[in-house]
């Protein structure tokens, strides 16, 4: 890795979306409005928010990044930038880690402005701090991120990249905790859930609702978010291949 | 005199078809040398192999001295894909010094001034998805340009141009090639082949010239070098192919 490129590349990525006003309107104000929606849904139901606007916190990001990545590097791959960047000093590690700044900063400000609204306009009442809730989110961003990365090989069309977001979140959002608790799951789909990483984002954000100060579970699980952020980002790098037949 | 890039014995196979069959050129420093054949006669595969981006079934392919594609020859190796790869999301300006930025001592003014080179000049603010296609194409180019390489491989860099801009991009090819660098530019045009210090010809797959175009002139009794390269196509087929 270069120092000189990962800095620029990010830049190149930043100043991409920047030219695009109109997905970072929807990446800024979809999750606000989904809220809003959500805020709505359960006034009359107290406390029902606090639980589930907390997880949501930490599933926009996932969703939103997850389904941005792939398709930026869908294009990197299909567009022959890709190729062309594995000419000149590029590394694979400066592009992945590139992306993963670059969306992760994007997801920062979108975590900051929807946890904003959600903490000041819709009094969203958490233990713990906002600072841990925007943290786990960012994590959970730039597991979006890295999927994104590693599933975009698999796709040859955009038509086809949109397709895997289905596959890839909808199971994580099913079994994370938001629509059956865990402990009352079937041992079968404990299992699964357990393997999957949004579980422990999902639970880690649930510790930070119920007690004032990190706990351990919560490192625990932020730990195994940045494991898997790991293992995902090497799998994408082993999709990265300078030649082709 | 010494050679930039050597290719022996060169099998590319592409799926189940053969696109290279055991080619060998070498192509001397400090020239510009044409690629010409039919379309899909390898030209492109040639070019991958020797910029390293091509999976080969067999042979060598060196360039200044060293494996095709190792990290060293990446600061030294400018590449010019055929299909325009930029970023359309990304001005002009954008995308020239964004490819500056990776190599070491390549500057923004270099940048710039590469964008003036190519004729982009007045469209360096412009987003270069809304470029016409010869626009986007010289946005391509100066992408390879920038790094100041010591080799240059262009696939068709100047498809889509008029005859101006051809002529003014191909003497900043003979200022490169005078100034030491090495040009492989693929072409389908012939009067671009005059301008060549050498022509590589292939068909099928096949090296079927080598020369510098007087010899080929030469060798066939042809001024003309398009009658010329014809000459050369129709001789090596062989009789079941003429008859097709």
């Given amino acids: ?245 | 005199m010494e050679t930039a890039i050597e290719v022996r014995d060169l099998v590319v196979e592409r799926g189940k078809r053969r696109v290279l069959h055991g080619l060998s050129c070498a192509i001397p420093r400090g020239s510009v040398t044409g690629l010409l054949g039919p379309s899909g006669s390898g030209k492109t595969t040639l070019m991958r192999a020797i910029v390293g981006v091509q999976v080969v079934k067999a042979g060598v392919v060196k360039v200044l001295g060293q494996a095709a594609g190792s990290a060293a020859l990446r600061h030294r190796i400018g590449y010019q894909t055929q299909s325009p790869s930029v970023y359309p999301d990304l001005t002009v300006r954008e995308n020239v010094r964004y490819f500056a930025s990776l190599y070491n001592g390549i500057t923004a003014a270099d940048a710039d001034q590469t964008v003036v080179d190519v004729g982009l000049g007045e469209q360096a603010g412009q987003l270069v998805g809304t470029l016409s296609g010869g626009q986007y194409a010289r946005a391509s180019l100066a992408c390879a340009l920038v790094c100041r390489p010591e080799v240059l491989i262009l696939d068709e860099p100047t498809v889509g141009q008029d005859p101006v801009l051809r002529d003014e991009l191909w003497q900043q090819f003979r200022v490169m090639a005078a100034t030491g660098t090495t040009l492989l530019v693929s072409s389908h045009v012939m009067d671009e082949a005059g301008r060549c210090d050498r022509l590589l010809l292939i068909r099928e797959g096949d090296l079927i010239a080598d020369d510098s175009p007087e010899a080929i002139r030469d060798a066939t009794g042809l001024h003309d070098l398009e009658a010329a390269f014809l000459h050369l196509i129709r001789s090596t087929q062989t009789p079941a192919e003429a008859a097709r």
């Fill in chain 1, 1 to 245: 890795m270069t120092p000189r490129i990962l800095r620029s590349t990010t830049g190149r990525i930043l100043r991409q979306l920047r030219h695009d006003r109109r997905t970072i309107a929807l990446m800024l104000l979809v999750p606000v409005l989904l809220l809003t929606l959500l805020y709505f849904m359960y006034e009359n139901a107290p406390g029902v928010f606090d639980g589930i606007g907390l997880i949501m916190l930490g599933i926009f990001p996932f969703v939103i990044m997850f389904l941005v990545t792939s398709i930026a590097m869908l294009r990197e791959r299909t567009s022959g930038t890709l190729e062309r960047l594995l000419t000149t000093p590029t590394g694979k590690l400066d592009l992945l880690f590139a992306y993963g700044i670059a969306f992760g900063a994007a997801a920062a400000v979108q975590a900051s402005i929807a946890a904003g609204v959600a903490y000041w306009l819709y009094d969203l009442d958490t233990a713990g701090t906002t600072g841990l809730v925007i943290l786990i989110a960012i994590a959970n961003a730039v597991l979006g991120v890295a999927l994104g990365l590693f599933c975009s090989a698999f796709a040859r069309t955009e038509f086809q990249a949109v397709q895997f977001m289905p596959v890839v979140v909808v199971p994580q959002l099913l079994l994370c905790g938001l629509f059956v608790a865990r402990d009352q799951m079937a041992g079968w789909l404990q299992a699964i859930s357990n393997a999957l990483p949004m579980t422990y984002a999902v639970e880690a954000l649930q510790e930070v609702g119920a007690h004032p100060d990190p706990t351990d579970k919560l490192w625990r699980d932020l730990g195994i978010v940045a494991g898997c952020i790991v293992v995902a980002l090497v799998f994408a790098a082993a999709t990265l291949r300078r030649r082709s037949p």
